[in-house]
């Protein structure tokens, strides 16, 4: 999708740009496009007019190859952070009561992405304590305290059996 860029939004373009452009390379990739002039083009498209507003403002666009345009781009886009902001929301995601918790953790993920928490053991560790003041089920809050170290793992198993088992009742 085309990566929205306006007065609403710029506080979070940096933050999001990465993410925008992890997925743009994952779709040229998967579609065998390695060309630097026709990975420009599809670049340029995918990203929409605000991308390609801000390009032209930016560069002498003959003379560009995809590489020094991304690099570009990203030195553009990257002082628009707010990581206080990103935290924020992430403060924000509550599990909805009909919500199962896997999804509910893809969304705290996709946050987390955002927020720039560092390695994977301090995005759980936030993604658990998250889960800890906003789930749900009331049950499983009170098994994850009472259970000393328990992993973010440990407690997704936990709440997928209960979610089975709801189900099925």
């Known amino acids: 999708e085309e990566f929205s860029y306006n007065d609403e939004n710029a506080t979070t373009a940096g933050t999001r740009w990465p993410i925008w452009v ?6 040229l990739e998967a579609s065998g496009i390695d060309h630097p002039a026709q990975m420009k083009a599809i670049m340029l498209h995918c990203g929409g007019k605000a991308v390609k507003n801000v390009y032209y403002t930016l560069t002498d666009h003959a003379t560009q190859n995809y590489k020094q345009i991304m690099e570009l781009l990203l030195a553009f886009f990257k002082p628009m ?12 995601i509550k599990q909805r009561s009909c919500e199962i918790m896997d999804d509910y953790v893809v969304k705290l993920r996709a946050q987390a992405e955002r927020c720039e928490f560092g390695n994977a053991a301090a995005v759980n560790a936030e993604i658990k304590k998250q889960i800890i003041a906003t789930c749900s089920s009331h049950k ?18 936990k709440a997928r059996l209960q979610d089975y088992s709801s189900r099925q009742s």
């Open 22 to 27: 992890r997925d743009l390379d994952t779709y």
């Open 81 to 92: 952070k707010n990581l206080d902001y990103e935290k924020f929301q992430f403060g924000q």
């Open 140 to 157: 499983l809050r009170e098994h994850i305290l009472v259970t000393t170290d328990i992993s973010l793992e440990d407690i997704l198993k």
